[in-house]
T-cell receptor, first 117, second 110 residues
Framework: DTEVTQTPKHLVMGMTNKKSLKCEQHMGHRAMYWYKQKAKKPPELMFVYSYEKLSINESVPSRFSPECPNSSLLNLHLHALQPEDSALYLC????????????????FGSGTRLTVV | ELKVEQNPLFLSMQEGKNYTIYCNYSTTSDRLYWYRQDPGKSLESLFVLLSNGAVKQEGRLMASLDTKARLSTLHITAAVHDLSATYFCAVGGGSEKLVFGKGMKLTVNP
């Protein structure tokens, strides 16, 4: 299995809703990432988990709450989002935060397209 | 702060033509990646460049890295319509961060 699987593929939510995005990989990768990509813009890093611990939070608003229950799974919990949070949310993984991560690069999931109404 | 610049940001070219696109970055890094993204889709890894002078080729695309000049190039040979997409370069910015350029939207016309 060489994929990063994200669910759902599409999500429409109201500003008072609570929802979660899910990301799963079974490649034994020990670093997992959340990126946000607005239309016609490059991806922007949100969070990094290394060995299931949060290592980077790029000053993301608290209405986004990441969780890494185990080495294969990464969640992004959403609450009280704003319409400007509508974007493509990409999950990625790499074998190791440093070292051989460079050799294999990063594997991206297909993304969740989120619309906040 | 690491900054990554791509140029051009938009390119329209005819099938069969060649072209080179550029990716500059502002601070020392030993990791550079090229990705392709089709509209509404995720990022597809094209190349991982790890050392000065690295050159990699896949089909009609060839990427190179000059770490001293902090420059990577992506050369397109005999373009075909299927190459139409947005191409991002990304640079390793510290142990875990990946900083992307703005992307270059390529349109190959028949």
């Amino acid at each position: 299995d060489t994929e990063v699987t994200q669910t759902p593929k599409h999500l429409v939510m109201g500003m008072t809703n609570k929802k979660s995005l899910k990301c799963e990989q079974h490649m034994g990768h020990r670093a997992m990432y959340w990126y946000k990509q607005k239309a016609k813009k490059p991806p922007e890093l949100m969070f990094v988990y290394s060995y299931e611990k949060l290592s980077i939070n790029e000053s993301v608003p608290s209405r986004f709450s990441p969780e890494c229950p185990n080495s294969s799974l990464l969640n992004l919990h959403l609450h009280a989002l704003q319409p400007e949070d509508s974007a493509l949310y990409l999950c990625a993984s790499s074998p190791h935060p440093t070292g051989r991560a460079e050799v294999y690069g990063y594997t991206f999931g297909s993304g969740t397209r989120l619309t906040v109404v | 702060e690491l900054k990554v610049e791509q140029n051009p940001l938009f390119l329209s070219m005819q099938e069969g033509k060649n072209y080179t696109i550029y990716c500059n970055y502002s601070t020392t890094s030993d990791r550079l990646y090229w990705y392709r993204q089709d509209p509404g889709k995720s990022l597809e890894s094209l190349f991982v460049l790890l050392s000065n002078g690295a050159v990699k080729q896949e089909g009609r695309l060839m990427a190179s890295l000059d770490t001293k000049a902090r420059l990577s190039t992506l050369h397109i040979t005999a373009a075909v319509h299927d190459l139409s997409a947005t191409y991002f370069c990304a640079v390793g910015g510290g142990s875990e961060k990946l900083v992307f350029g703005k992307g270059m939207k390529l349109t190959v016309n028949p």
